[in-house]
């Protein structure tokens, strides 16, 4: 008796079936941009993370934070394809001008890159990623650099 008033009750829903299903069917799409979205974030962090222990590695060889760090953040960003805006933050120069550090003092490089959530239409959803690495500037600079 029980196994009747169950298919009684499936044939009386007319075409809720077809609603539940669609309904489903886009709960499971919008599931399927949500989990693009996070690996999208979290490769691009990756990225991110690799450029800013590069430019830092290069910024701790150089001995500074000029044109040897520049070079090297356009060489990431075409490696990369990601142009994030970049600080150095805690850096005390030896010399201003020419953004030199002192050796054993600290150079700290911070990238930050702005994008959206991807796949939501029209719809843009900021999202900030930082990165941040640090390291010891690895040039003695004498009074006459």
Known sequence: MRARGFVKAVRDRRGE???DTAVGFVAAMFAVVLALNVFSFLTLKQDLDY???????????????GEEAERRLRELGAETGLSPSVSYEGTEYYNAAKKTVQYGETVKVTLTLETHVRGLGIVR???????SHSGLSRR??????
Request: with cysteine; hydrophobic share 30%; net charge neutral.
């Open 51 to 65: 450029c800013s222990k590069q430019l830092c590695e290069a910024c701790c060889s150089s001995g500074g934070t």
């Open 17 to 19: 079936v077809y609603i």
């Open 140 to 145: 003695y600079w004498k009074t006459g650099d």
């Open 125 to 131: 959803f900021p999202v900030i990623l930082v990165s």
